[in-house]
């Protein structure tokens, strides 16, 4: 833990309910409530709620917003719908990715970027270096803005009748599709003191993504909002989850996460997230450097691993042939799957693997057969 971690908004109250916690890029965030495998479940199963305010929140208005996300992230969003979505990622000039991230279009000189927390500063800068020129200004609210994660099979009604109890008369979870955005007053709740706009009513930005695979939301909210919409969530019997179970949720659908499956040494296309690069467009960061690497191919590959036994995979473990100490690569997240009851990987693996294939994994000395899947480990709707 950092000497002086950056505590969430809801750090009382994870305190008062028993929450175990650890450091996440500086931040102190509960890593579990009540136990890991019974949040997932939770998720899984019913609803859960995440607090995930170590997120970045980065707003880009202005008349040139549009120039300004085009010139900093992979994906173009020139085609992107207010009230929409899209997942892309910020790149260095030499196409290593520095963070993944979603951007949703609130207007069309409005967007806002949730970074990971580890990259908020970077990503904040290449946005500024982008408006150079441009008629747009970037505002990092990250520490007044919370963000709180809803997600399993029951969190739309969930979210949606929180909201209903402060006033608002729509159902913006269940009728905004996956992906959508919207922003909702809050009549029966008075603007935070010191928020924009003091003595109005307050506002919370209702995503319709997640994390986790499941139907869900995440709600971003001022920082004084969080612990009422916290305990009212609660109150509707979202169960309290701790970034533990996000990982293990986002370990069975294969999604990366940065520092991980994600750094400056790994491409889009050797991550398997090409589909998140619009190449042929006006110049943006690292256009030269991806071009390079799609037409020179992969240097390995990122693909899932389903090894038998029970002894939970780790980040770390060496990947060989069979019968062999040919080094295949290495596995960057693992763990115990708790919906499959085996272990499960993502990895780093030479070009020529392919699913189907079957290697072995040293795990803590012992070797493991394992054989090589396409992610996702498990099917889920997430759109309903």
Known sequence: MS????????????RAAGARFADFAGWSMPLRFEGT????????????VFDVSHLGTLWITGVDAEQVVAATFTKDPVGLA???????????ARGGIVDDLIVYRLANDGF???????????????????????AARIDDV?????????????????????LADLGVEAAPATTTPHLGVVRCTLPYVRRPPGAAGDGGDAEVVVCRTGYTGERGVELLAPTALAPQLWERLRAAEAVACGLGARDTLRLEMGYPLHGQELDRDVTPFEARLGWAVTLDRAAFRGQDALRAA?????????????????????????VHAVGSDTVLGRTTSGTLSPTLGRPIALARLAPELSPGDVVEVDVRGSRTAAEVVKPPFITRDRRG
């Open 3 to 14: 000497e002086h971690p950056i505590l969430s908004p809801l750090d009382a109250l994870h």
């Open 37 to 48: 495998l019974e949040e997932h479940r939770a998720v899984r199963e019913a609803v859960g």
């Open 82 to 92: 207010v009230g929409s979505s899209q997942y892309t990622l910020c790149c260095d």
């Open 112 to 134: 806002v970027a949730v970074p990971n927390a580890a990259n908020t500063a970077e990503v904040a800068a290449a946005l500024q270096a982008s408006v150079q020129g441009r």
């Open 142 to 162: 990250s520490r007044r803005w919370a963000v709180l994660a809803i997600q399993g099979p029951r969190s739309l009604e969930v979210v949606d009748r929180v």
């Open 294 to 318: 799609k037409a020179a191919g992969p240097r390995h590959r990122s693909l899932g691993l389903l090894l038998a036994g029970r002894r939970p995979a780790r980040a770390g473990l060496m």
